[in-house]
């Protein structure tokens, strides 16, 4: 383990990287080498929003370790230096230790000895480790003992958002199935489809849908699912919610469009898929850049030339 990030974290190996740490120790030294340089900010954002050379992303667990790295030096940082996406409610994220409902209901007997045969504690702690790693039967359990099934974590989260997030597709059915809320709002204001358009998972993502989820849905900083999923380069998200009826060109609180975070980050497919349904390519961010500029100034040339056909035909 590396001294001075246990320094950084207060002290604690409760939250460490060790993932990051051993599956991906270039990145996890680099993080540590920009730990006071202004781009490290730069270098989180490409984490979190690129594809890593065609690839489809990062494991969700090594992608919260790098989110929570990201909100730990967002909430240490002065109060007046300029935030990215994701540092919404950054010093609420610092730790993840859930914080039980006033309501919570501690399960009887019984299910205390059915939970300890699963290894899970008879606490919401325990319900969020259920959600997050798939236990269908731990999580029957809790809501078999009417827990509060809306308990929130120092996030914000649920259960629910957990289960989105973590891609535990019979998880999320489960807590549907008895009327766990699609439409709560975590303390960034993203909602269960957020996470679920974030992580790529299509079948929690459509479950979610089909149980009245809000597909428009914004986020603290104006992001919808449809901009978490382009900008995680999620085609299959982003196919989900046009064909679910989504806003093409709702703008975030800097401008951006879903079309804009395509071409900007250079992911041709979602960018042809907008286009092909309709998306304005004339709409301006609030610095004044159009999809096709942002694309030429970074040097997207396929979504460019995308662009270039469009304006042809």
Same mark, same amino acid.
């Given at each position: 383990?590396?001294?001075?990030?246990?320094?950084?974290?207060?002290?604690?190996?409760?939250?460490?990287?060790?993932?990051?740490?051993?599956?991906?120790?270039?990145?996890?030294?680099?993080?540590?080498?920009?730990?006071?340089?202004?781009?490290?900010?730069?270098? !989180?954002?490409?984490?979190?929003?690129?594809?890593?050379?065609?690839?489809?992303?990062?494991?969700?667990?090594?992608?919260?370790?790098?989110?929570?790295?990201?909100?730990? =030096?967002?909430?240490? %940082?002065?109060?007046?230096?300029?935030?990215?996406?994701?540092? &919404?409610?950054?010093?609420?994220?610092?730790? !993840?230790?859930?914080?039980?409902?006033?309501?919570?209901?501690?399960?009887?007997?019984?299910?205390?000895?059915?939970?300890?045969?699963?290894?899970?504690?008879?606490?919401?702690?325990?319900?969020?480790?259920?959600?997050?790693?798939?236990?269908?039967?731990?999580?029957?359990?809790?809501?078999?003992?009417?827990?509060?099934? %809306?308990?929130?974590?120092?996030?914000?989260? +649920?259960?629910?958002?957990?289960?989105?997030?973590?891609?535990?597709? %019979?998880?999320?059915?489960?807590?549907?199935?008895?009327? &766990?809320?699609?439409?709560?709002?975590?303390?960034?204001?993203?909602?269960?489809?957020?996470?679920?358009?974030?992580?790529?998972?299509?079948?929690?993502?459509?479950?979610?849908?089909?149980? =009245?989820?809000?597909?428009?849905?914004?986020?603290?900083?104006?992001? +919808?699912?449809?901009?978490? &999923?382009?900008?995680?380069?999620?085609?299959?998200?982003?196919?989900?919610?046009?064909?679910?009826?989504?806003?093409?060109?709702?703008?975030?609180?800097?401008?951006? +469009?879903?079309?804009?975070?395509?071409?900007?980050?250079?992911?041709?497919?979602?960018?042809?898929?907008?286009?092909?349904?309709?998306?304005?390519?004339?709409?301006?961010?609030?610095?004044?850049?159009?999809? %096709?500029?942002?694309?030429?100034?970074?040097?997207?040339?396929?979504?460019?030339?995308?662009?270039?056909?469009?304006?042809?035909?």
């Amino acid at each position: 383990m590396n001294q001075r990030l246990i320094r950084i974290l207060g002290g604690t190996t409760v939250n460490y990287p060790y993932a990051l740490e051993t599956r991906y120790p270039r990145i996890f030294e680099t993080i540590l080498s920009l730990w006071d340089d202004d781009e490290i900010d730069n270098y !989180f954002m490409e984490l979190m929003v690129n594809d890593r050379d065609g690839r489809s992303g990062f494991p969700p667990d090594i992608a919260a370790e790098i989110m929570h790295l990201s909100l730990v =030096h967002a909430a240490q %940082e002065s109060p007046d230096k300029h935030k990215d996406i994701w540092d &919404a409610g950054s010093d609420s994220f610092v730790s !993840f230790t859930p914080h039980p409902a006033t309501d919570w209901t501690v399960p009887d007997e019984h299910d205390k000895i059915e939970l300890q045969k699963l290894d899970i504690l008879c606490t919401p702690e325990g319900f969020f480790e259920a959600a997050e790693t798939g236990n269908r039967t731990a999580v029957a359990l809790f809501i078999e003992a009417k827990t509060n099934i %809306e308990v929130r974590d120092n996030r914000g989260w +649920t259960p629910l958002m957990t289960a989105s997030f973590h891609g535990r597709d %019979e998880i999320v059915e489960l807590l549907i199935k008895h009327d &766990a809320d699609v439409n709560a709002l975590d303390r960034g204001g993203n909602s269960a489809l957020h996470w679920a358009a974030f992580g790529g998972y299509a079948g929690c993502a459509r479950q979610l849908i089909q149980n =009245h989820a809000r597909i428009d849905a914004r986020n603290n900083f104006g992001w +919808t699912p449809l901009m978490q &999923a382009t900008a995680r380069n999620h085609l299959d998200i982003v196919a989900l919610l046009i064909d679910s009826g989504v806003n093409l060109d709702a703008a975030a609180d800097d401008g951006y +469009t879903a079309l804009h975070k395509a071409a900007a980050l250079g992911y041709s497919d979602i960018a042809r898929l907008l286009l092909d349904q309709g998306a304005g390519s004339k709409f301006k961010t609030s610095d004044g850049d159009t999809a %096709e500029k942002l694309a030429i100034k970074n040097r997207q040339e396929a979504v460019a030339q995308l662009f270039r056909s469009v304006s042809d035909n």
